[in-house]
């Protein structure tokens, strides 16, 4: 089976059958270039998000612990190593009868200081509705934005039962609209539920199909 890469590069990459020879020179050499800039491109963008990623994990860790303070040479990336096993640590003593008893009093401390409870709160409740896997499947919709007849993918996160939906007599649900090829940033919007058409992708479906701009495109079922 032939990776990705190969299959793209057999869409744009055509063979030279001209009689000319100098047309034929002309042909490869441009077929050449564009070979490369579709092998460089994913290449070249994958590098630079794993640079900013390993430069971002290499401020996580203290200076006191971090190995590569004691090797003698650095080692890229290991700090991102840490850091998936530390999370993971966290995660399997949180299932533990201590560590929930922990998690209970940090969280009761959160929510006990003014600033802390309102960012606290709206990041507590933003990772909840990602994370439920009961609503994996139903979270993904299909919106008319930013005008009628144009169509954004987006995350449907919770429905608005606040002073919005009083006051517009209508069932709203509210919609996280990602921006492409960084999903991190985005749009909040509230829609009608009726005017939402929920998808039968995953999360991580459309996530992919965002970060790509569109040419990862799921399959259907």
């Known amino acids: 089976m ?5 299959l ?3 869409l744009n990459v055509r063979p030279v059958k001209e009689k ?6 002309s042909l490869t050499l441009r077929n050449y270039f564009i070979t490369g800039v579709v092998v ?9 998000l794993s640079k900013i990623l390993i430069g971002v994990s290499s401020n996580l860790i203290p200076e006191n612990i971090n190995p590569n303070n004691y090797l003698p040479y650095a080692i890229p990336g290991i700090e991102i190593l840490i850091s998936i096993i530390l999370i993971t640590i966290v995660g399997g003593l949180s299932l533990s009868f ?8 940090i969280d009761d401390l959160f929510k006990r ?3 802390l409870r309102t960012i606290y709160s709206a990041i507590l409740q933003m990772t909840e509705s990602f994370s ?3 609503n994996d499947k139903k979270s993904v919709v299909l919106i008319e934005y930013p005008r009628k007849g144009v169509w954004a993918v987006g995350f449907a996160t919770k429905e608005n039962k606040g002073e919005m939906a009083d006051k517009t007599n209508q069932r709203l649900i509210n919609v996280f609209v990602p921006t492409t090829p960084n999903p991190t940033s985005g749009f909040l919007l509230m829609f009608p539920k009726k005017d939402l058409i929920f998808l039968d992708m995953t999360f991580e479906e459309a996530s992919k199909f965002i970060v790509s701009a569109g040419t990862s495109n799921p399959k259907t079922k």
Request: proline share 5%; with cysteine; hydrophobic share 40%.
């Open 98 to 105: 201590l560590g929930k008893r922990i998690l209970k009093l």
């Open 40 to 48: 460089l491109i994913p290449i070249g963008f994958t590098l630079y």
């Open 8 to 10: 793209i590069l057999d």
């Open 20 to 25: 000319n020879s100098k047309k034929s020179i």
């Open 132 to 134: 439920n896997k009961d």
């Open 113 to 115: 200081i003014p600033f």
């Open 2 to 6: 032939k990776c990705n890469l190969c």
